[in-house]
């Protein structure tokens, strides 16, 4: 059910009546609010007609990306494909407003509805939390909250100073007179969000109080063995701003839940500046199963929209003491060690554990919006849009100069093969052979990124050395663009990781730049049918790369003795230095290598 929106239609008319009177400018500067205010209404045809005056000016190149959302949530996909990204157009350097302009585009009802019937589909439990009597809506202030927000620039601006020269003022000193010799400094340090792939995370980071690997904040006291999980989305508040490990809102969930259930894990994916829409994001790209529970917590969103998923939680109505905040602001506010206790412990009481008790889940049959999907799809693409712009000058312009050595005759067909090889096996041999055969020029591309049990060098000399006999193959660097941990992480953590990745970065730097500059019209992938990050990698090719008019021919992979050939079976059986089977399924110059390098160690 909406909330009323007199006052934004109040609003709506105000910014037309400047449109009217306005120079051309100006005009601009209302057809901007007025796009964002017809989106928030979820008026999408009107804000259509605001946003094609912005776009067509060419002066906010970010509109592409709003236009396109708004053609695609209106099913004009005929306008949508016709739209052009104008390249020469370089976006602003700084990407906030930008990912702010186009979660804007789209309306508030559209992002919750997908997420609760994401979430449902999944046979999970969405739980969304708003938080209201912030700021200036915040009543009987103590003196503390009093003193917050009459010298907010001295809690929010100064912090960097004070935390840096570990002097904070004595109203911070008392919120953590229970830390022993508090380095100030290190507790509100963070590292600024980084795109990862599709994905922006948290950029990982280590210090006394503050943990982050993988993009995600420690959480304390997770189960090693577990049933469900908890996983909860949001910004800073999540992410907990100004507390060590043991005290963010997660692990204090994490926490209170072990006092009832021993086999549930709490996963915190709060970063810092998250949009709704960023977050909608991640959370696609994340493994959810039956059982589990999907929190997103204070987003302004919430409080727009009245529920049945929406719990909102005012914070007048707690019991707050003296030293619930670390920070207040006019709308927005972080909450100390002490605030985030009771925010959990209520989260917990009076949410999650009727959840876990009532042990039936069941699957929704409703599916989520296709629409709300390809509007997901537009924001990846921005995301690679803005990884591309930043490295053309430097590593991109050095990636290609070296490709640009080795273009073919244009009348050639090319193909290309990506590998890891660690190390070369028959069965990439077997792959290799079948591409060479079926292309006029090959270049196999080897993974440079060093995560591997062997050396990059070492697997580049192999897989050259092995293939010296096809005379129509190139062997070349796979650079920072195939298969990293910029364009597809998840590849490296394939054998532990959860099975939810996304290659479209990697698909997309291939088909703009790599292909491009060599002429592949061809690429060539091994059958994964039980690796589901390689499967999920070969699937997003096939969708891809056609539109880019490059066909992708996946092979079966080859076995011996029933089974499968592949470079882990080598490495299992060079941990017990069994070179004879090792010879039955790798080329002679990966045999004599092992045995040079581990026969010795090996007997």
């Not at 609760?116 to 700021?135: E, F, Q, R």
């Not at 296709?370 to 490295?391: I, P, S």
């Not at 021919?553 to 230095?577: F, P």
Request: net charge negative; glycine share 4%; proline share 3%.
């Amino acid at each position: 059910m909406k909330v009323d929106n007199l006052s934004i239609r109040l609003r709506i008319a105000k910014y037309i009546a400047k449109n009217l009177l306005s120079n051309s400018d100006c005009k601009i500067t209302s057809d901007i609010k007025l796009t964002r205010l017809y989106c928030r209404l979820g008026d999408y045809k009107r804000a259509i007609f605001h946003a094609k005056k912005v776009y067509e000016l060419g002066e906010n190149p970010e509109y592409y990306y709003v236009l396109k959302n708004l053609y695609i949530l209106t099913n004009d996909f005929e306008s949508s494909d016709n739209l052009k990204l104008n390249a020469s157009n370089k976006q602003s350097e700084d990407i906030i407003p930008i990912l702010g302009c186009i979660d804007d585009s789209v309306y508030d009802f559209d992002k919750i509805k997908f997420i609760k019937d994401y979430v449902k589909n999944k046979g999970a439990t969405p739980l969304l939390i708003s938080l209201s009597g912030k700021g200036k809506e915040l009543k009987n202030l103590s003196e503390t909250e009093k003193e917050l927000l009459s010298n907010i620039d001295l809690y929010n601006k100064e912090r960097p100073k004070w935390s840096k020269e570990n002097n904070p003022p004595s109203y911070i000193k008392s919120v953590y007179k229970n830390y022993d010799n508090v380095r100030f400094d290190e507790l509100f340090d963070y590292r600024p969000p980084v795109i990862k792939a599709t994905k922006v995370l948290l950029g990982d980071m280590q210090n006394s109080y503050v943990s982050v690997k993988n993009g995600l904040r420690e959480t304390v006291g997770q189960p090693d063995n577990y049933k469900n999980k908890v996983l909860c989305f949001g910004t800073s508040t999540t992410y907990s701003v100004g507390t060590s490990d043991e005290d963010t809102i997660v692990s204090l969930i994490q926490k209170e839940i072990n006092d009832h259930y021993s086999d549930i894990k709490v996963e915190n994916y709060g970063v810092h500046g998250m949009n709704l829409l960023l977050a909608i994001n991640n959370m696609i790209q994340t493994n959810i199963e039956s059982g589990d529970v999907v929190i997103f917590f204070d987003y302004d969103e919430f409080n727009r929209f009245d529920d049945e998923d929406i719990y909102k939680l005012d914070l007048n109505s707690f019991d707050r003491g003296g030293d619930f905040f670390v920070d207040l602001a006019k709308h927005h506010c972080h909450f100390s060690p002490q605030g985030n206790k009771i925010l959990s412990k209520y989260i917990v009481n009076r949410f999650l554990l009727e959840r876990f008790n009532n042990s039936s889940f069941s699957i929704s049959n409703i599916q989520p919006s296709q629409a709300m999907y390809q509007v997901l799809d537009n924001l990846k693409y921005f995301l690679y849009k803005k990884t591309a712009e930043a490295l053309e000058s430097c590593e991109m312009k050095s990636y290609l100069s070296l490709l640009e050595s080795h273009v073919p005759d244009p009348e050639l067909k090319v193909g290309s093969v990506a590998v890891n090889c660690n190390p070369i096996t028959k069965g990439h041999l077997h792959l290799l052979e079948h591409a060479s055969r079926n292309v006029d020029k090959l270049f196999i591309f080897v993974i440079e990124e060093d995560k591997s049990f062997f050396r990059f060098e070492d697997r580049l000399h192999l897989v050259a050395e092995s293939t010296k006999h096809l005379e129509n193959v190139t062997v070349l660097r796979g650079g920072k663009f195939i298969c990293t941990e910029l364009t597809y992480p998840d590849y490296f953590d394939k054998d532990t990781t959860e099975a939810k990745a996304d290659a479209s970065m990697e698909a997309w730097f291939f088909c703009e730049y790599i292909a491009k500059t060599l002429n592949i019209t061809q690429i060539f992938l091994g059958d994964e049918p039980k690796c589901m990050i390689t499967k999920q990698y070969n699937e997003k090719m096939q969708e891809l790369l056609p539109e880019y008019g490059i066909e992708v021919d996946i092979i079966d992979r080859i076995a011996t003795n029933g089974d499968v050939i592949s470079a882990s079976k080598v490495r299992k059986l060079l941990e017990v230095g069994d070179f004879d089977g090792i010879a039955q399924i790798v080329p002679e110059p990966t045999l004599l290598f092992l045995q040079e390098n581990y026969g010795k160690s090996a007997a």
